[in-house]
């Protein structure tokens, strides 16, 4: 099954900012759009953004627009998650997934069926 690893999470006071990483091989990495998730104690997974698998399109969910950046190194086999100005709300385990099906239509970049998982990093923003 395949496999990505998340990392850069940790405590941060409101305000700050944080980046995560999310690593795999290069031969998923290169080749599936990548999605941020996230999911906060006693609340549904949230999706947060998309890259497509060259890097050229992105999107993002309204909780993350203006303050989140999602970007992705080919060279490095990764994908990064900016995230600034984090505030209370944005505590959770965030995730990295595959999208298995993904589309750009009149210039909108949609990706659904996340199919393979990392294991999450915890998000803690607090005082």
């Known amino acids: 099954q395949v496999q990505l690893m998340e990392s850069g999470g940790g405590l941060v006071q409101p305000g700050g900012s944080l980046r995560l990483s999310c690593s795999a091989s290069?031969?998923?990495?290169?080749?599936?759009?990548i999605v941020w998730l996230r999911q906060a104690p006693g609340k549904e997974r949230e999706v947060i953004s998309c890259?497509?698998?060259?890097?050229?399109?992105?999107k993002y969910e309204n909780s993350a627009k203006g303050r989140f950046t999602t970007t992705r190194d080919r060279a490095k086999n990764a994908v990064y998650l900016q995230m600034n100005s984090l505030q209370p709300e944005d505590t959770a385990v965030y995730y990295c997934?595959?999208?298995?099906?993904?589309?750009?239509?009149?210039?909108?970049?949609?990706?659904?069926?996340?199919?393979?998982w990392g294991q999450g990093t915890q998000v803690t923003v607090s005082s």
């Open positions: 997934a595959t999208a298995g099906y993904v589309s750009f239509l009149g210039g909108i970049l949609t990706c659904r069926d996340f199919d393979s």
């Open positions: 290069s031969a998923i990495m290169n080749n599936y759009a």
């Open positions: 890259i497509s698998d060259e890097g050229s399109s992105t």
